[in-house]
């Protein structure tokens, strides 16, 4: 709900200290209106009257812009609430309730149950909450990533030994989560340890926590915090792709005493030979084949796609899946798929460069231990081009 509350602080207000107390303005009609003492003051020359905002030149003595808009953002939050209790409750005055309720020891949730959770500023339970609300919107390949990002904030909580709160998201905080995604973090079900992630994970992760930030502030719970510093990190990934050649052994591979790896096959197959995105094909439905043709609108950019089918995924896809291919995770299927190449035999040695902080790190694999769900996309877009295929 949106209501007509904003804070204001004004000139005519002005105290011998040479401050104004920033108040909580309540307008429910025109008539009927109220002001809440905020317990923070400023000289109203430093406030933004047309965004209701502290100006950015805000001399420090006064306290800093980044701990004034929390309290206020915080208080804002409690307002609203009240209003809204009273609003639903539809027994007393909003106004009246507002003003006697009110004030900055107040705590909504303990006193009145019925209030949602929006006041808990613990910063896990919002990403929680946050979580809930993408869901149905998003893909869960989506919702998964969100989830490691959270993972990995708790993880450097404990490396840190320093609880994570939303005042820690300064460009100090960036700067050794950062440092710690690149050199400390410990990946999960390895059964020897490795330490560090990739360049794009990181990247990919800092993008999810921005994004989770960027909510909070929409959705008034934390106040405007300036993210500019927070870098997506990026580099070229030096990806192997599959040769048609390859995908062929790899498409008539003898699985009978591997039957576990049989969807995963496929699955790898009909990507290399559609070129989506594994959230995509991994989940086409019957109505987006039409006349042989793929009609499908993908998940991270919305646009659509149409791709003609080739035999052998015609093969898969209709005869042996009937439109409904297996519904396996991305983890799974990119470690399932590295055994499925190795018994293909696609061993040929691998040299990989990649950037960690200010390093070149050059390591020599095997090909098959290098496959992934991108590889399926790489695979279709080279061996397209290197056969002539137009790319406009």
């Known amino acids: 709900m949106i209501l007509p509350i904003k804070p204001v602080c004004k000139k005519e207000w002005i105290r011998r200290d040479g401050t104004s107390v920033i108040f909580i303005q309540y307008c429910r009609t025109s008539d009927e209106r109220v002001l809440v003492d905020t317990g923070l003051s400023i000289p ?10 502290i100006a950015a030149n805000l001399p420090v003595q006064y306290g800093t812009i980044e701990s004034i808009e929390t309290q206020l953002s ?9 209003i809204n209790y009273a609003l639903k409750k539809n027994t007393v005055s909003p106004t009246q309730f507002l003003k006697e309720r009110f004030n900055t020891s107040f705590d909504p949730v303990k006193v009145l149950p019925e209030f949602n959770s929006h006041l808990n500023l613990d910063v896990f339970h919002n990403i929680d909450d946050y979580i809930n609300a993408r869901e149905g919107i998003v893909k869960k390949c989506t919702i998964n990533v969100i989830k490691a990002t959270k993972k990995h904030l708790l993880d450097f909580q404990t490396y840190r030994n320093k609880p994570i709160t939303f005042e820690s998201f300064d460009i100090y905080f960036y700067e050794q989560f950062v440092n710690f995604l690149m050199y400390d973090v410990i990946h999960p079900r390895r059964t020897t340890v490795i330490k560090g992630l990739k360049l794009n994970t990181i990247g990919k992760t800092v993008k999810h926590l ?33 040769s048609w050649g390859e995908i062929s052994k790899i498409y008539h591979l003898d699985l009978s005493n591997h039957p576990a790896l049989i969807k995963y ?21 019957p109505d987006e084949l ?4 793929l009609y499908v609108t993908q998940t991270k950019t919305l646009s659509s796609v149409i791709v003609p089918l080739r035999q052998d995924a015609k093969t898969i896809l209709i ?4 439109m409904q291919m297996p519904q396996v995770s991305n983890v799974k299927f990119n470690d399932n798929i590295k055994e499925v ?5 696609i061993e040929e040695q691998v040299k990989i460069t990649n950037k960690k902080g200010n390093k070149i790190v050059e390591e020599v694999r095997p090909k098959y231990a290098r496959i992934t769900s991108h590889t399926c996309r790489r695979s279709f877009c080279t061996n397209e081009y290197l056969e002539g295929t137009p790319t406009d």
């Open 265 to 285: 096959r496929d699955l790898l197959v009909l990507g290399c030979l559609t070129g989506f995105r594994f959230s995509d094909y991994s989940d086409i439905k």
């Open 290 to 293: 039409r006349g042989g043709m």
């Open 74 to 82: 915080q208080r804002l939050r409690r307002a609203e609430d009240l």
């Open 44 to 53: 109203p020359v430093y406030w933004n009257r047309k965004n209701s905002r």
């Open 341 to 345: 190449c190795m018994l293909a035999g």
């Open 210 to 242: 921005k994004s989770f930030l960027r909510d909070r502030m929409k959705e008034k719970i934390i106040p405007f915090t300036d993210l500019s510093d927070f870098k997506v990190l990026q580099e070229d990934v030096d990806a192997v792709y599959l």
């Open 319 to 322: 005869d042996k899946y009937n």
